[in-house]
Structures are given as structure tokens and as C-alpha cells.
């Protein structure tokens, strides 16, 4: 039955696969640790499962057996979106197993992603936006470090959609503000040019020139932060944890009642360009997006250059 299959499909164990199949995912596709990591969870969940019931190497797993699993996960009462995101992984994971000739099949292959509602992004309105960057503007004149630090923030992740581990591992030489242009650090290390609109621009170098150097001055550490664009009150780099305070804390001021967090800010900025007429692969593009079937979320509103896209769609780029 098994003369035309490689033996390491006989004597292949669920550690040896799991272990090669992380390595893969983790150095040669080069996924962000954070990645790997929700991707070794779920597996592990999954062949702890398998175990239990049973089955003791990975080509004695059926699809049946996969079709039972993700049925616990029915019974155990997760969304749809986290259902779906369980079993994408496990597709890579009998992907890879197949490829590496540990398995005779895909058994995976045949099953599918739960169907739910479909759950859209929350989206601010162009005013609402304006509401919460309104509510950051410190008064004409200040020279409070940490007003002129939340402004340029906020106008900068709306800017440019970044994610708040972007905006928190931004660095000075990442921006370039004569060109209106930043640098951003996406997931599995991928970098994207993205535009800066002319609110983030003048935003930023009031920070820059008024602030960021007194925020750095109170650092006690004995070496200051060079690298690092925004800086906390103690005058180190800034955290995601800081950054979401920071977004909750505007939304009060700006009178918004519905839960924020510093995705909204990317959720509103991808909207709105698609509002404006910007095409789908062009936020794509400006999103860091591996998939444009992760951007089409946004077309739930209405449908070449780059840059000329983002100056004629964004509300906040002339």
C-alpha cells in the first residue's frame, strides 16, 4: 500500500513534524515571532487533540479526524473568525507535511472554514476623526512635550494606517518629512514606503523640534533614546499598551462613546481611502497586506500611482 511513499512518512512523529514545520514557517518564510507563535499554539492544541484520540503519527490522521477536531472547537463555543484562523492553520501545517513527504495526503484540503457573520471593522466617520485629532490639538503655542507627542501620534497613525507595533517600533530615520514619506516595519520584517499626509507632517515636526527632546531629556537611563520617534514620559520608546491609552484617553475628550483602540485609526484610514475612490490594491499596498483578500474587508463602504492614489483619496493628505 505504502511502496511508492517515502519511510519518513512511516517513522515521521508529531514532534519532528511540528518542529520542522515552525522552522519553516519562522526562518525560511521569515513570519514575525508573534506569528509563529500563534502558530505553534494552534497546532499544539491540534495534535494534542489528535493524541488523546488516538492517533499517534501524522499519516494516520484522516479527514475525518479533522472534521471531529474542528467540531470541538464548534462545541468549546469560539467565533467563527478565531474557527476559521485555527483551521488556516492547520491547512499549513498538512501543507507542509505533504511537501516534506511526511504524509501520503492533504486530509485537510476538503475541509472548510465555519461560515458566520461576516463582522465588519469599526470605522470612525471622516468626522468623528477629525473629532479625535480636534481633541489632541494643544493649544496655539505650547510647548508640552507630551500634547505635541500625542497629536503627531494620532495624526501619524491616521496617515498612514500603520499598525501600533509600527508605530511604536518607528524610528527617526524611518520619516522623512521633506519627501512625506515613511519607512514602516511590517510583519515577518516585510518594509513599505508609505505617503505622509501634510496634518502628520506639520504635527511631527512640532513634535520633533519642540518636544521629543525634552521627552528625551527625562530619560534616567544612562543612555538616551536616539532611535526611537515617539518617546513615553520617561523619555523611552513609546509601548503598544501607551499608544491604546493614548487613543481611549482622545476618544473621551472627543465625546466618541463607542470602544476605541489604535486599529480603529487603521480601519478608518483604509475606509476612507476606498471612500475616496482609492482602488483595492492600493490600500493593500499602503497596508502591508500579504493578501488583498484581507483588504476587500473595506469594500463593504463602495472600488496608477501609489502616491497620487493616496493624495486624491485621503481627507488628510493635501
Not at 514557517?25 to 513570519?31: A, Q
Not at 492547520?90 to 504524509?103: I, P
Not at 470605522?123 to 500634547?147: C, F, I, K, N, Y
Not at 489604535?262 to 480601519?267: A, S, V, Y
Amino acid at each position: 500500500m505504502y511502496s511508492h511513499i517515502p519511510l519518513s512518512i512511516m517513522t515521521a512523529s508529531f514532534d519532528r513534524l511540528t518542529e520542522q514545520f515552525l522552522v519553516h514557517i519562522g526562518v525560511e518564510r521569515g513570519l514575525a515571532a508573534a506569528t509563529v507563535a500563534a502558530y505553534k499554539a494552534d497546532i499544539a492544541r491540534y495534535v494534542a487533540w489528535l493524541e488523546a484520540s488516538g492517533v499517534e503519527e501524522p499519516d494516520a490522521i484522516t479527514t475525518q479526524d479533522v472534521e471531529d477536531y474542528v467540531a470541538t472547537l464548534d462545541a468549546a463555543g469560539e467565533s467563527a473568525r478565531s474557527k476559521a484562523r485555527r483551521l488556516a492553520s492547520l491547512h499549513e501545517f498538512h501543507r507542509f507535511a505533504l511537501t516534506q513527504h511526511m504524509v501520503s495526503d492533504d486530509v485537510s484540503a476538503s475541509v472548510k472554514a465555519p461560515k458566520g457573520a461576516s463582522t465588519l471593522p469599526d470605522v470612525l466617520s471622516v468626522d468623528e476623526v477629525a473629532r479625535l485629532l480636534d481633541a489632541v490639538t494643544p493649544p496655539e503655542g505650547t510647548d508640552d512635550p507630551v500634547q505635541l507627542r500625542d497629536k503627531a501620534l494620532l495624526e501619524f497613525m491616521y496617515a498612514t494606517g500603520c499598525r501600533v507595533s509600527e508605530a511604536a517600533g518607528a524610528n527617526l530615520d524611518d520619516i522623512d518629512l521633506d519627501a512625506r514619506v515613511v519607512r514602516l516595519m511590517g510583519k515577518g520584517s516585510k518594509q513599505r514606503l508609505v505617503p505622509v499626509g501634510s496634518y502628520a507632517c506639520e504635527a511631527l515636526n512640532r513634535y520633533l523640534s519642540m518636544g521629543r527632546g525634552e521627552l528625551e531629556r527625562r530619560s534616567s537611563a544612562k543612555a538616551p533614546e536616539r532611535r526611537a520617534l515617539f518617546l513615553n514620559k520617561r523619555g523611552r520608546r513609546i509601548s503598544r499598551q501607551s499608544i491604546w491609552e493614548v487613543v481611549k484617553a482622545a476618544g473621551g475628550r472627543a465625546g466618541i462613546t463607542r470602544p476605541l483602540h489604535p486599529h480603529t485609526l487603521r480601519h478608518s484610514f483604509a475606509t476612507h481611502l476606498i471612500q475616496g475612490g482609492a482602488d483595492v490594491r492600493t490600500v493593500q499596498e499602503l497596508l502591508g497586506h500579504a493578501s488583498v483578500t484581507t483588504t476587500q474587508i473595506y469594500t463593504h463602504v463602495s472600488p496608477e500611482h501609489l502616491i497620487e492614489a493616496y493624495i486624491m483619496a485621503h481627507p488628510r493628505a493635501r
